[in-house]
């Protein structure tokens, strides 16, 4: 029976991921974020207590990869287009240039196949995963309900959008190693940019909330450059 516990997890994350397409296309894009935030908890705690009971399996990896690109892949290019939607149309162009939100899902659909079939990706990532590019995603419509018209105006910006979705999605599969979060012991010696990022990242958002997510993945690709570089 305790083989089953973590892909009912992984279920809870596509649910997760589904209700938030279901908030995006209401335009209700403060409820689609959180559905990526409660989407994110399910994925880390299914390989967690996968771990914990050592009860890995074949299916889980599969299906832990098809629930991430709906939570992780369609649910942030729904918010992004809706984003499109809202900023200024710019005539004709934005009829094609809108559904460049997509870009994100399509990605992020072979940012996980690549994780998949990649040896490489056992104590570290090759490129942002799934997760990280969501949370900034979900930060966004967070940003313009909190700080209001300053960053909105960025924000609410076609050209901005486009450049963003194109952006993620190289960052999606640049090949480029990058931190994990899956600690194998907790020495200070081994984990000490990890326990930095988690520093950081939980004193900016008590400072500065959603507004922080942006400067928190700045951070984790520089300590990243800086752990596989140096």
């Given at each position: ?35 990526i ?101 979900a ?17 609410l ?59 928190i ?11 596989f570089?140096?």
């Amino acid at each position: 029976m305790k083989k089953h516990i973590p892909n009912a997890i992984t279920c809870f994350n596509l649910f997760s991921g589904c209700v938030g397409i279901a908030f995006a296309f209401n335009n209700n894009l403060i409820y689609a974020g959180y559905a990526i935030i409660i989407a994110a908890l399910f994925d880390f705690a299914d390989g967690l207590i996968a771990r914990a009971l050592s009860v890995y399996s074949i299916l889980g990896k599969e299906l832990d990869s098809l629930a991430d690109v709906i939570s992780f892949g369609l649910l942030p290019s729904v918010i992004v287009y809706q984003l499109f939607l809202a900023a200024p149309q710019l005539g004709e162009l934005s009829i094609y240039l809108n559904y460049s939100a997509f870009m994100i899902t399509i990605f992020s659909a072979l940012r996980l196949a690549k994780f998949n079939i990649d040896a490489r990706q056992t104590d570290h990532f090759i490129g942002l995963p799934t997760p990280a590019n969501a949370l900034l995603v979900a930060s966004l419509p967070m940003i313009i309900s909190e700080a209001g018209s300053f960053w909105s105006s960025y924000i609410l910006n076609p050209y901005f959008l486009f450049i963003f979705s194109i952006g993620m999605g190289f960052l999606l599969v640049m090949e480029v190693p990058l931190i994990s979060l899956k600690f194998k012991s907790f020495a200070l010696n081994e984990n000490i940019l990890r326990y930095i990022l988690l520093f950081s990242a939980a004193l900016l958002i008590v400072l500065f909330k959603f507004v922080a997510v942006p400067f928190i993945i700045f951070i984790y690709i520089v300590l990243s450059v800086i752990q596989f570089k140096f």
